[in-house]
């Protein structure tokens, strides 16, 4: 299992309450949605590597 670096991140309190209910809404944790959020991102600007921290959904 790969380690995670733990990193601060500041967001727009309307825009945190978005994504806090889109992962409850797909039953994931806050952090959850933050990372498959970025991860869907690099995936489809072609800037994920297959097999480096790519997650199939």
Known sequence: MSQKKPFVLRLD????KAVEKWAADEFR???GQLEWIVQRALKD????????GAKED
Request: charged fraction near 35%; glycine fraction near 14%; hydrophobic fraction near 20%.
């Open 13 to 16: 309190p309307e825009l945190l």
């Open 29 to 31: 944790s806050t952090n």
């Open 45 to 52: 600007s072609g800037r994920l590597k297959k097999g480096k």
